[in-house]
């Protein structure tokens, strides 16, 4: 699938490998980029104060970062085409991991904001929920911007996205909320922008999951069946959700967090994160490279 390079210290991650009885080989079937001993690490420090000197960083806390920081090292590696991609995020907070991302990777071209999508491969239907990890409260303008970059991260899974803008509010009940109108106004965007977007809303839950619910309540929806892309009004709605579900769905397959505009294949996981979820966003991850590759001849 792919070649893996491990940052850290060499000594713990080949003591790792033996006590798990792994056949892992430093140089044959892995690289091993040791904080302690980086080739890079004089480049990589030089580089981190360049881009951080007006925000703060001094070129001591520049230097002590590049030794200390793998997420950091790995950002370097990928800013500096030794790395095609990376995940990172096994440990601490999401925030952290997403700093070096946003300022050492940066965003996509033509995109203003990092957004979160999770997949949870159910037993009767795939849902993605955004956005997951990263706005507490979007607004109307970054909520549309999230749904154009999670509609075509499912079509990268096979699957035509059908948008649901979830709300307390279904289909101008609620005309006063300004949560209610966020959502509304989202709809608006979409529809002057991604016209061939199959998208409906503002909207119940039980509304998106069950056409016969939806046509109740409004008979002239975009689209029919199920939707499968489920796109919060905030930040509290998105995680509570998906954790919600993500425990209630017993041992079927979650896929994520899959991080939305940055300018390279990168991912931040969460401590939580299982073998099987990187192994499942490692194939993401490659996935993505190939398709840039393609897209680059």
């Known amino acids: 699938m792919a070649k893996p390079i491990l940052v850290g210290r060499t000594s713990v991650i080949e003591a790792n490998i033996k006590k798990l009885g792994l056949r892992l080989e430093n140089g044959v079937n892995i690289t091993i980029v040791d904080q302690e001993n980086n080739p890079d690490y004089e480049k990589f420090a030089e580089d981190y104060h360049n881009i951080m000197q007006r925000k703060g960083v ?35 907070s999401y925030d952290i991991h997403l700093d070096f991302v946003k300022n050492v990777i940066g965003l996509k071209e033509g995109r203003n904001n990092f957004f979160t999508l999770n997949a949870l491969m159910l037993e009767d239907r795939n849902l993605f929920i955004a956005d997951t990890y990263i706005n507490r409260n979007p607004t109307a303008e970054q909520l549309a911007e999230m749904t154009i970059l999670a509609a075509e991260e499912v079509r990268r899974f096979g699957m035509t996205p059908r948008v649901a803008l979830l709300s307390h509010s279904s289909f101008g009940s609620d005309q006063n909320d300004p949560s209610a109108q966020k959502m509304r106004k989202v709809f608006e965007i979409l ?107």
Do not use: W
Not at 286 to 296: L, R, T, Y
């Open 191 to 297: 529809t002057e922008i991604a016209p061939e977007l199959e998208v409906e809303g503002e909207m119940h839950a039980d509304a998106a999951l069950d056409e016969n619910i939806r046509h109740f309540a409004f008979p002239n929806s975009r689209f029919k069946g199920s939707a499968n892309l489920l796109i919060m009004p905030n930040l509290d709605a998105a995680n509570i959700s998906f954790n919600l579900l993500k425990s209630t769905s017993g041992n079927n397959v979650t896929i994520g967090p899959i991080l939305l505009g940055a300018a390279k294949p990168v991912h931040i996981l969460t401590p939580t994160a299982t073998t099987r979820r990187l192994v499942n966003m490692t194939a993401l991850t490659v996935a993505e490279i190939q398709e840039n590759e393609k897209a680059a001849l």
């Open 58 to 92: 001094t070129p001591e806390y520049a230097q002590r970062e590049s030794r200390r920081r793998s997420t950091l090292i790995a950002s370097m590696l990928v800013r500096h085409g030794q790395a095609d991609g990376m995940l990172c995020g096994t440990y601490s």
